[in-house]
């Protein structure tokens, strides 16, 4: 049995404590390849399979926003050959595998910086087409981090606000922690309850740092190619087990999760 058939044991699971929102920082692609004696190319290839298998992971566990670092804005500085590859492969990607995604009921979105005009307008083009065709899909949204840096999503934020308040359309005593959620990119995304970021590096990169106010963290020594349903599952079992307190006291009866 391979390890993808072997059956998910939901059985460890707390059903009243799924984490509505998990974030997955995919580290560890190149070593992944690197300690194969094969080009960094290939951990991404590798990686493809681990990120999908997770996500049908994740519906399985009942996870409803799972969003995924595919590429970062300081990406940009890697290679010409490696960025050209992963603007490739993040489109090609969308083509192959958003036919599988929505017959599972899963709403692919993005978030990045769109506009950027070093991606590729058919990239952009598959990006759009892939969110409207799954745009009523509800068993999971999954989110591509993609051209993604979070000090930019805030910046860009308060510049939209602070245009609406030129403009007069919004007064700056209104400016609060519910008006910049919905100028993000995706107002309606929920904080992210956990982040994973596996190949053992304790970093957050630049992702979601506004919606991680309270997230939990998990580590997994596992490089990214290594992870599938199963060390997602792993992943939330021990979750499950910290005592999450958003900044209550320790003896509040009711204050967890
Ligand atoms: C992550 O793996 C791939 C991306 C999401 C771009 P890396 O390419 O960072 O792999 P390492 O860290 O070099 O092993
Ligand atoms: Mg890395």
Do not use: C
Not at 156 to 169: K, Q, V
Request: net charge negative; hydrophobic share 40%; charged share 30%.
């Amino acid at each position: 049995m391979t390890p993808v058939d072997r059956p998910l044991d939901t059985g460890r699971l707390d059903l009243d404590l799924i984490p509505t929102h998990v974030g997955l920082i995919l580290d560890g692609n190149g070593r992944w390849a690197n300690a194969r004696g094969l080009p960094r190319t290939a951990g991404h290839l590798a990686g493809e399979e681990a990120l999908f298998d997770t996500v049908e992971g994740a519906v399985e566990i009942g996870i409803k926003w799972l969003t995924a670092f595919t590429f970062s804005t300081e990406n940009w500085s890697r290679s010409d050959d490696e960025v050209e590859f992963l603007m490739w492969f993040n489109e090609d990607l969308l083509l192959r595998r958003r036919d599988d995604l929505d017959a599972q009921g899963v709403r692919m979105r993005f978030a990045g910086y769109m506009e950027d005009p070093r991606i590729p307008d058919r990239n952009r083009e598959h990006m759009a087409d892939s969110e409207e065709r799954t745009k009523e899909n509800d068993v999971l949204n999954l989110v591509f981090a993609f051209n993604y840096g979070s000090r930019r999503e805030i910046v860009e934020g308060a510049r939209t606000l602070a245009s609406r308040a030129a403009s007069g359309d919004l007064r700056i005593d209104d400016i609060d922690e519910d008006a910049l959620q919905s100028a993000l990119y995706i107002p309606e995304m929920p904080d992210v309850d956990l982040i994973i970021r596996s190949s053992g590096e304790h970093r957050l990169s630049n992702f979601l740092l506004w919606q991680a106010a309270y997230a939990e963290f998990y580590f997994p020594g596992i490089l990214w190619p290594d992870f599938d349903r199963h060390a997602l599952l792993d992943a939330v079992v021990e979750y499950q087990s910290r005592d999450r307190r958003f900044g209550t006291a320790d003896d509040q009866p009711d204050s967890s999760p």
